[in-house]
């Protein structure tokens, strides 16, 4: 039997869709009248019997029969059914179909146009889409996780679009399912249920993937989706209202919560105001490249640290025209002041409280170009290239020409990611995003800078690289081992074994080394290159250690920096070398001024909180400074 069309007419359908979807059964049913979408005009207009509506005599009974595979479950109520109806293709009929209705409930249109469905697909078929709502709702868990890391971050993200790119893909790619999942007839409650709590366990899985395994973590997650489903299909009334208060909780409390705690935990700022400006007219305009390989230690700390005295590397880089200086010392035992350091010339920081959120930005923005030596080259007519490292304190800023973006996967997405159910694939895929960064930036400066170097113009080319600072995950030929003993961003912590850590260190010095040596084959000799070390290695376990328990050995080892250039004809980089002063020397001998340099001075601190503020940092004594510098 078929149903007669003008009984299915779509307009006498569009109210009750808003009704069912508010699921006018049982206790829902007076709260949708106020509505208004549950008249009982609506029924009147129903060719169906008001009640008695049961399986045995109603017109529509006859359209349920082409549904084979259903029959003999129907019995069984309404979550039993859908799944049957899946398999049997005809799900579209019977995704909103629920038992009270069927056996006389007022709400009879609900199985009216479920009727619809069977007679004229085409018709009903809009209601079996989500709604938008559901659709907006969805961010919440797709976006939450980015936009947390982002919020608690705010200050050292770079490319913060790279983690809305990350959301929105999630999101796209849930939205598609849920599609999917209403195409094919699952229940609105089932699959927004289903989708949402899928997507945030994606999105926040990593630590359960980590813990369990992806097997286990799977099984763990699908058993929980499915009791969530099954728990939220029976109250479908409340499920707007749960979803709402979850995305809100989630997206509003949350991060903004986050945000809120990041901006009050900003401190002062406690940066040296920038250095007063140096006019320079250079006589010689040389391409400069210098090149930061992060935490190498120096020629002395290999010696008294790792057993290695006279390196293949030292006498590799002499055979190519090198000048290698037996002593160079950085000022500074991290990254984020020993850059601004060379770049401006001078002390970004002093002794007193510590390196606070508000300093590090600024520090960051003097490694981002907002520095003397980009300026004075600048003016002198440079264009500056900056490679990004993958690390979040070195991103390009304004000042810099042309800039060459970390990879995708920098330090701000790695964590993301790292939260993510893919963290634990995306680490044993690339390692992180030091590795990935060093590896984009050694192929970048292999196929370009000889290029760069060969123009008529002169270049600035700045190129910070996390290596050979860990996680120690490229062995000396570059290639990578993401096995867990080479994780971890210190060489040592307790329990490690710190023998086999080192020889890790070594050989990714090694996969450094060999980069530079084949990489000075292809700059000419009339280009300056600088490789440089911002500080030292840490087998001391000194970074946890307050400034005052520092041994001689700890200062030595974290202050002691690989340094090795090329290209400065009769000039010399006045020794023993303190970083802060290597550009001014290269500054004076190109510009044939001098200018008088600064004494040599050294602080320390650790990356740990002492009673809830950043280490306090401390000035060595110029007797200490000068001993470890051997004079
Ligand atoms: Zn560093």
Same mark, same amino acid.
């Given at each position: 039997?078929?149903?007669?069309?003008?009984?299915?007419?779509?307009?006498?359908?569009?109210?009750?869709?808003?009704?069912? &979807?508010?699921? %006018?059964?049982?206790?829902?049913?007076?709260?949708?009248?106020?509505?208004?979408? %549950?008249?009982?005009?609506?029924?009147?207009?129903?060719?169906?019997?008001?009640?008695?509506?049961?399986?045995?005599?109603?017109?529509?009974?006859?359209?349920?029969?082409?549904?084979?595979?259903?029959?003999?479950?129907?019995?069984?109520?309404?979550?039993?059914?859908?799944?049957?109806?899946?398999?049997?293709?005809?799900?579209?009929?019977?995704?909103?179909?629920?038992?009270?209705?069927?056996?006389?409930?007022?709400?009879?249109?609900?199985?009216?146009?479920?009727?619809?469905?069977?007679?004229?697909?085409?018709?009903?078929?809009?209601?079996?889409?989500?709604?938008?709502?559901?659709?907006?709702?969805?961010?919440?868990?797709?976006?939450?996780?980015?936009?947390?890391? /982002?919020?608690?971050?705010?200050?050292?993200?770079?490319?913060?679009?790279?983690?809305?790119?990350?959301?929105?893909?999630?999101?796209?790619?849930?939205?598609?399912?849920?599609?999917?999942?209403?195409?094919?007839?699952?229940?609105?409650?089932?699959?927004?249920?289903?989708?949402?709590?899928?997507?945030?366990?994606?999105?926040?899985?990593? &630590?359960?993937?980590?813990?369990?395994?992806?097997?286990?973590?799977?099984?763990?997650?699908?058993?929980?989706?499915?009791?969530?489903?099954?728990?939220?299909?029976?109250?479908?009334?409340?499920?707007?209202?749960?979803?709402?208060?979850?995305?809100?909780?989630?997206?509003?409390?949350?991060?903004?919560?986050?945000?809120?705690?990041?901006?009050?935990?900003?401190?002062?700022?406690?940066?040296?105001?920038?250095?007063?400006?140096?006019?320079?007219?250079?006589?010689?305009?040389?391409?400069?490249?210098?090149?930061?390989?992060?935490?190498?230690?120096?020629?002395?700390?290999?010696?008294?640290?790792?057993?290695?005295?006279?390196?293949?590397?030292?006498?590799?880089?002499?055979?190519?025209?090198? &000048?290698?200086?037996?002593?160079?010392?950085?000022?500074?035992?991290?990254?984020?002041?020993?850059?601004?350091?060379?770049?401006?010339?001078?002390?970004?920081?002093?002794?007193?409280?510590?390196?606070?959120?508000?300093?590090?930005?600024?520090?960051?923005?003097?490694?981002?170009?907002?520095?003397?030596?980009?300026?004075?080259?600048?003016?002198?007519?440079?264009?500056?290239?900056?490679?990004?490292?993958?690390?979040?304190?070195?991103?390009?800023?304004?000042?810099?020409?042309?800039?060459?973006?970390?990879?995708?996967?920098?330090?701000?997405?790695?964590?993301?990611?790292?939260?993510?159910?893919?963290?634990? /694939?995306?680490?044993?895929?690339?390692?992180?995003?030091?590795?990935?960064?060093?590896?984009?930036?050694?192929?970048?400066?292999?196929?370009?800078?000889?290029?760069?170097?060969?123009?008529?113009?002169?270049?600035?080319?700045?190129?910070?690289?996390?290596?050979?600072?860990?996680?120690?995950?490229?062995?000396?030929?570059?290639?990578?081992?993401?096995?867990?003993?080479?994780?971890?961003? &210190?060489?040592? /912590?307790?329990?490690?074994?710190?023998?086999?850590?080192?020889?890790?260190?070594?050989?990714?010095?090694?996969?450094?080394?060999?980069?530079?040596?084949?990489?000075?084959?292809?700059?000419?000799?009339?280009?300056?290159?600088?490789?440089?070390?911002?500080?030292?290695?840490?087998?001391?376990?000194?970074?946890?250690?307050?400034?005052?328990? /520092?041994?001689?050995?700890?200062?030595?080892?974290?202050?002691?920096?690989?340094?090795?250039?090329?290209?400065?004809?009769?000039?010399?980089?006045?020794?023993?070398?303190?970083?802060?002063?290597?550009?001014?020397?290269?500054?004076?001998?190109?510009?044939?001024?001098?200018?008088?340099?600064?004494?040599?001075?050294?602080?320390?601190?650790?990356?740990?909180?002492?009673?809830?503020?950043?280490?306090?940092?401390?000035?060595?004594?110029?007797?200490?400074?000068?001993?470890?510098?051997?004079?």
């Amino acid at each position: 039997m078929k149903l007669q069309e003008s009984a299915f007419h779509p307009d006498t359908f569009n109210r009750s869709d808003k009704c069912r &979807t508010r699921n %006018c059964s049982g206790r829902a049913e007076q709260k949708c009248e106020r509505l208004g979408g %549950c008249q009982s005009s609506d029924l009147e207009r129903s060719p169906l019997p008001r009640s008695g509506g049961s399986l045995e005599n109603s017109v529509w009974k006859a359209d349920f029969q082409p549904l084979p595979a259903c029959q003999g479950i129907i019995g069984f109520g309404p979550h039993n059914f859908w799944p049957c109806c899946l398999r049997s293709g005809y799900s579209a009929a019977v995704t909103e179909l629920r038992w009270p209705t069927i056996s006389g409930h007022p709400s009879g249109k609900s199985v009216l146009t479920d009727l619809n469905h069977v007679a004229h697909q085409d018709i009903g078929s809009r209601r079996d889409r989500a709604w938008w709502i559901d659709y907006v709702l969805l961010a919440a868990p797709t976006f939450s996780t980015p936009m947390l890391l /982002w919020a608690e971050n705010y200050v050292g993200v770079g490319h913060p679009s790279r983690l809305v790119l990350i959301g929105g893909t999630a999101w796209i790619m849930s939205a598609l399912i849920l599609v999917a999942m209403r195409h094919v007839g699952a229940p609105r409650t089932i699959s927004v249920v289903g989708v949402w709590s899928s997507a945030y366990v994606f999105m926040r899985g990593g &630590t359960l993937v980590q813990t369990l395994g992806y097997g286990f973590a799977l099984l763990a997650t699908v058993a929980v989706i499915l009791g969530l489903c099954f728990l939220l299909s029976r109250r479908t009334e409340r499920l707007q209202e749960v979803l709402l208060v979850l995305a809100s909780a989630l997206l509003t409390v949350e991060v903004i919560v986050a945000w809120y705690m990041s901006i009050d935990s900003l401190g002062d700022d406690h940066a040296q105001p920038p250095p007063p400006e140096i006019e320079m007219t250079l006589q010689s305009k040389p391409d400069i490249v210098l090149i930061v390989a992060d935490a190498y230690v120096g020629l002395d700390g290999l010696e008294r640290y790792f057993g290695v005295s006279d390196p293949a590397w030292k006498n590799q880089l002499l055979g190519q025209g090198f &000048t290698v200086p037996d002593v160079a010392y950085s000022p500074y035992v991290s990254t984020s002041a020993a850059i601004p350091a060379i770049l401006d010339m001078a002390y970004p920081i002093e002794g007193g409280p510590g390196i606070t959120k508000a300093t590090s930005r600024t520090l960051y923005e003097r490694i981002g170009g907002d520095n003397r030596a980009v300026r004075i080259l600048s003016s002198n007519g440079y264009q500056t290239t900056m490679i990004e490292s993958g690390w979040s304190g070195s991103a390009c800023g304004d000042q810099i020409d042309k800039c060459v973006p970390s990879p995708f996967l920098n330090e701000s997405t790695f964590f993301t990611l790292n939260k993510t159910w893919v963290g634990p /694939w995306v680490l044993a895929q690339y390692g992180y995003s030091f590795t990935v960064g060093a590896l984009n930036t050694m192929t970048w400066l292999q196929e370009n800078l000889g290029v760069i170097t060969q123009d008529s113009k002169p270049d600035l080319v700045i190129a910070h690289m996390e290596i050979p600072h860990p996680p120690l995950f490229l062995d000396s030929e570059c290639n990578l081992d993401t096995s867990p003993d080479r994780s971890g961003v &210190t060489l040592q /912590w307790p329990g490690v074994d710190l023998d086999s850590r080192k020889e890790a260190y070594l050989e990714q010095a090694a996969c450094f080394d060999g980069f530079i040596q084949s990489l000075a084959k292809s700059v000419s000799d009339d280009s300056l290159l600088l490789i440089v070390s911002d500080h030292g290695s840490d087998s001391h376990h000194q970074l946890a250690l307050h400034p005052a328990e /520092w041994s001689e050995d700890a200062m030595r080892e974290r202050l002691n920096v690989m340094f090795a250039y090329r290209g400065l004809n009769e000039c010399k980089v006045e020794e023993p070398v303190l970083l802060t002063n290597v550009l001014r020397d290269v500054l004076e001998c190109l510009a044939d001024t001098r200018i008088a340099n600064h004494e040599p001075r050294m602080f320390l601190y650790s990356v740990l909180e002492f009673d809830g503020e950043p280490s306090p940092i401390v000035e060595l004594s110029p007797v200490v400074v000068d001993k470890l510098l051997g004079q």
